[in-house]
């Protein structure tokens, strides 16, 4: 054993032992120190980058979040390819991120690398994290990038890759970690949607100044192939739907528990949206959410379709085109609904719809929000032992997202 390694992991378990408030204490208190660090490293490295350039050739969008925010960027790519329809875009997303710009036609080449802290995995060490810094930045100077943008607000990894790449053209949102590493920094500007957060890095690229009537329709893009509707129309049809049978459905998943509504409400749910307009009910997830849609199933008289971990990216979007709405809460799939344009209800409770809401038309798009006093909070990562003291959505009643639904399909 190492000469450090008994005080580390007694460290370690004394971390263990410390309260939720105390961790945050902790990691406030460390916020400082790291700062201090970043900005150290900013300034010893910039001799790497070189002049801006006279044109912009190749830009990099980086993008480490999933589903959801990658569709929420996708006007903002359409606002580079119309200004910039000679430039070469470049996207680079987590490996679980290339499905939801696959075929995207604003983007030239999709770079996938499987960043820390986004991929959902035990967090590496510190050694590993900064080899795959050191390798990221090697790969991103082989592509000889002329400018970045950094869409997350806070990913000052990000930023610093592309530093470290010597990418002469930097753009991000002015935080303490990821300042040192921008050659410009916007202010943040505060609770406006995500959409218009990355639109405006994207106009202070191409220069909204030159381009004073440059605007772009506020949509979301997701392309749904000939195969994947031929896909899922054959899925349907195995499971005994007809070509003209009414659909709709369920999607009760999400990346973090504070958002799960109860399998009570969705069974309710379904049951009476099944009896309303005569449809099929589907429940759709991933694969790791089977038990949690098998939930719903058992709260239903209506035995509905389950197709958790039966469908790709494509396919599920072209089942949602199918649909007469679909019900779910705060989730990349229920983003993905709305790029489809199908009639949908989003259930909200910690996170602020006003920031990460559906983009589209709000009568077709609805959103049903807890009225609990402390929502949104924007946190998700409260500890599972305190389950029973965040209720936020679970106390959305379902006669109100019944309500939702019906004005949903009116529309």
């Not at 589903?67 to 006007?75: F, K, S």
Request: hydrophobic share 45%; net charge neutral; with cysteine.
């Amino acid at each position: 054993m190492g000469a450090c390694a008994l005080p580390l992991r007694r460290c370690g378990k004394l971390w263990e032992t410390l309260s939720l408030e105390e961790r945050h204490i902790m990691a406030t208190l460390k916020a400082p120190i790291r700062r201090s660090l970043l900005r150290a490293l900013g300034r010893a490295t910039r001799p790497l980058i070189g002049a801006p350039p006279s044109t912009i050739r190749r830009v990099l969008v980086v993008r480490p979040d999933h589903l959801g925010d990658l569709l929420l960027m996708t006007p903002a790519l359409r606002l580079l390819r119309t200004a910039l329809p000679d430039v070469q875009i470049t996207c680079l997303v987590g490996p679980w991120g290339r499905p939801a710009l696959r075929d995207n036609p604003n983007v030239a080449e999709i770079l996938t690398w499987d960043f820390p802290w986004f991929n959902r995995q035990e967090l590496p060490s510190f050694a590993r994290r900064t080899r795959q810094l050191v390798e990221l930045a090697q790969l991103l100077d082989s592509h000889e990038f002329d400018a970045a943008l950094i869409m997350r607000f806070d990913f000052w990894w990000g930023a610093l890759a592309c530093h470290l790449a010597g990418i002469p053209v930097r753009i991000g949102y002015d935080t303490p970690e990821t300042r040192p590493f921008l050659s410009r920094a916007l202010p943040h500007p505060g609770r406006v949607h995500e959409t218009d957060c990355d639109l405006a890095l994207a106009r202070a690229l191409v220069g909204a100044s030159a381009l004073p009537d440059l605007s772009v329709e506020r949509r979301l893009d997701f392309v749904i192939s000939d195969a994947d509707e031929r896909a899922a129309q054959q899925l349907l049809a195995k499971h005994g739907v007809g070509e003209d049978e009414p659909v709709v459905a369920l999607h009760p998943g999400a990346g973090a528990w504070p958002k799960f509504w109860t399998v009570e409400g969705f069974g309710a749910v379904g049951d009476a949206l099944a009896e309303r307009v005569g449809a099929r009910v589907v429940i759709t997830g991933s694969l790791d959410e089977r038990c949690l849609a098998d939930g719903v199933a058992r709260e239903m008289r209506h035995e509905p379709i389950i197709l958790v971990g039966k469908t790709g990216l494509g396919v599920l979007g072209a089942v949602y085109r199918r649909t007469r709405v679909v019900v779910g809460v705060d989730s990349g799939p229920m983003h993905l609904a709305a790029a489809v344009d199908a009639p949908s209800v989003h259930l909200y409770g910690p996170i602020d719809p006003q920031r990460f809401g559906p983009v589209g038309d709000p009568a077709r798009h609805l959103v049903v929000r807890s009225e609990i006093e402390c929502s949104p909070c924007d946190r998700l990562d409260w500890p599972g032992e305190e389950y029973e003291a965040h209720p936020c959505v679970r106390m959305i009643p379902p006669a109100q997202v019944l309500e939702a639904a019906g004005r949903a399909m009116s529309e």
